[in-house]
Antibody, heavy 122, light 108 residues
Framework: EVQLVQSGAEVKKPGESLKISCKGS????????IGWVRQMPDKGLEWMGI????????RYSPSFQGQVTISADKSISTAYLQWSSLKASDTAIYYC???????????????WGQGTMVTVSS | EIVMTQSPATLSVSPGERATLSCRAS??????LAWYQQKPGQAPRLLIY???TRATGIPARFSGSGSGTEFTLTISSLQSEDFAVYYC??????????FGGGTKVEIK
């Protein structure tokens, strides 16, 4: 079964760092782009950026460039989203998702992780 | 950045009726348009890609149409499990690959 499994919910304080994960299985992890999508409370979906695990080529939405870092470790089929200094406005659910066309850095997200809830509060 | 506008924001429909959801792009996205369904507490699920191709396992009552800047998702006969929020997304011009604001389909 093709799936993406994300790490569990996090509660952090403003200014703290955080790294959440997304583990792929059931397919060739290195040949499909993985993206991250933010969903703030009771809001819509926002595309943050994508990474190609095969060579760690990464593309960011201008809105998120410099705010987060996307990385991957192909040896363990895992992608990451990290923050160096969290803000209350980072409170959201974060989804990882796979772009459905092998090798292509565009397309629809065909497989989604279950989401990771990140709460930032003092 | 391409802006995707969905209408209406909320659609009230009775079970068994047809639902028609609209998505408009601020500039042409060709047929590079996807639709997703999201139920409360769940991750989004891909319904349609390429404007009109159903994803694996999606029932035939879901259909997509359109090209350029105007797109439609039609649910031919609403079932109880179809009440959810629906998002369109363009993947023609990036970054970013923008989503619409969503249409909530609720029970009338």
């Amino acid at each position: 079964e093709v799936q993406l499994v994300q790490s569990g919910a996090e509660v952090k304080k403003p200014g703290e760092s955080l790294k959440i994960s997304c583990k792929g299985s059931g397919y060739s992890f290195t040949t499909y782009w993985i993206g991250w999508v933010r969903q703030m409370p009771d809001k819509g979906l926002e595309w943050m950026g994508i990474i190609y695990p095969g060579d760690s080529d990464t593309r960011y939405s201008p809105s998120f460039q410099g705010q987060v870092t996307i990385s991957a470790d192909k040896s363990i089929s895992t992608a990451y989203l990290q923050w160096s200094s969290l803000k209350a406005s980072d409170t959201a659910i974060y989804y990882c998702a796979r772009l459905g066309d092998q090798w292509l850095a565009t397309g629809a997200f065909d497989i989604w992780g279950q989401g990771t809830m990140v709460t930032v509060s003092s | 950045e391409i802006v995707m506008t969905q209408s209406p924001a909320t659609l009230s429909v009775s079970p068994g009726e047809r639902a028609t959801l609209s998505c408009r792009a601020s500039q042409s996205v060709s047929r590079n348009l996807a639709w997703y369904q999201q139920k409360p507490g769940q991750a989004p699920r891909l319904l349609i890609y390429g404007a009109s191709t159903r994803a694996t396992g999606i029932p035939a009552r879901f259909s997509g149409s359109g090209s350029g800047t105007e797109f439609t998702l039609t649910i031919s006969s609403l079932q109880s499990e179809d009440f959810a929020v629906y998002y369109c997304q363009q993947y023609n011009n990036w970054p970013p690959l923008t989503f619409g604001g969503g249409t909530k389909v609720e029970i009338k």
